[in-house]
């Protein structure tokens, strides 16, 4: 595991227990709600969506039936919905497809106490 990644999943592991709710960040086509265990993001489909979360780029690449192809760190891969497949360290699950949307979980691998 790259260093960087270490550092900042050891970061986020003892910051994210002061934070009494859920983080939620917002960007250009996406929402990320962030815990412990990990990050949800929501991309927009039909617009270029990318989102940051536990360091690691993440991006909406197509959407062809219930596969999805994601950006994983500069790693492409592709996730049935329902399924999931690890990537540059984190465990990547698509949970919902929609006309609108595709829902993203990536696990961090940090359980909360």
Same mark, same amino acid.
């Not at 960087?4 to 592991?13: G, K, N, Y």
């Not at 994210?16 to 929402?31: D, K, Q, R, S, Y």
């Not at 989102?51 to 500069?74: K, M, P, Q, R, Y």
């Given at each position: 595991?790259?260093?960087?990644?270490?550092?900042?999943?050891?970061?986020?592991?003892?910051?994210?227990?002061?934070?009494?709710?859920?983080?939620?960040?917002?960007?250009?086509?996406?929402?990320?709600?962030? /815990? +412990?265990?990990?990050?949800?993001?929501?991309?927009?489909? %039909? #617009?270029?969506?990318?989102? =940051?979360?536990?360091?690691? *780029?993440?991006?909406?690449?197509?959407?062809?039936?219930?596969?999805?192809?994601?950006?994983?760190?500069?790693?492409?891969? /592709? +996730?049935?919905?329902?399924?999931?497949?690890?990537?540059? %360290? #984190?465990?990547?699950?698509? =949970?919902?497809?929609?006309? *609108?949307?595709?829902?993203?979980?990536?696990?961090?691998?940090?359980?909360?106490?």
């Amino acid at each position: 595991m790259p260093v960087r990644r270490l550092i900042t999943r050891s970061a986020f592991a003892l910051l994210l227990p002061l934070v009494a709710a859920a983080c939620t960040m917002t960007g250009p086509g996406t929402t990320s709600e962030c /815990t +412990v265990s990990g990050c949800t993001v929501t991309f927009e489909r %039909g #617009v270029q969506a990318k989102a =940051s979360v536990l360091g690691i *780029d993440a991006e909406l690449v197509a959407v062809n039936g219930d596969l999805v192809t994601l950006s994983i760190g500069g790693q492409q891969i /592709t +996730v049935p919905v329902g399924e999931s497949q690890p990537a540059d %360290g #984190v465990d990547v699950r698509v =949970s919902e497809v929609t006309a *609108d949307k595709v829902v993203v979980v990536l696990d961090s691998g940090l359980q909360q106490n």
